[in-house]
Nanobody, 117 residues
Framework: QVQLVESGGGLVQPGGSLRLSCAAS????????LGWYRQAPGKEREMVAV???????LYEKTVEGRFTVNRDKAENTVSLQMNSLKPEDTAVYYC???????????WGQGTQVTVSS
């Protein structure tokens, strides 16, 4: 059973930084894309940043240059370093794992990020 456990998040002032971490268990994850999505109130869930199983990284255009996603294959973890945070980054952030072989995907429980003065 794949499980994704997130940590980090919280309240930060505009311009501040936060780091999210996600620990994956229950599979080898060598053929998974791992990354982060977010959902703001009243909006659809959107991709934030993903590390593909082959290594290339994908970023949503509004976070490129501010957020950095990293993956530790040995530890099966994925992190999201968020800098220069803006109020519009406020959302629940979800860790995501998607198998490129089966196309199944799994979600973490979500962690709240609030950017406010």
């Amino acid at each position: 059973q794949v499980q994704l456990v997130e940590s980090g998040g919280g309240l930060v002032q505009p311009g501040g930084s936060l780091r999210l971490s996600c620990a994956a268990s229950g599979d080898s994850f060598s053929m998974y894309n791992l990354g982060w999505y977010r959902q703001a109130p009243g909006k659809e869930r959107e991709m934030v940043a993903v590390v593909t199983y082959g290594g290339p990284k994908l970023y949503e255009k509004t976070v490129e240059g501010r957020f950095t996603v990293n993956r530790d294959k040995a530890e099966n973890t994925v992190s999201l370093q968020m800098n220069s945070l803006k109020p519009e980054d406020t959302a629940v952030y979800y860790c995501n794992a998607r198998s490129v072989k089966t196309l199944r995907e799994f979600w973490g429980q979500g962690t709240q990020v609030t950017v406010s003065s």
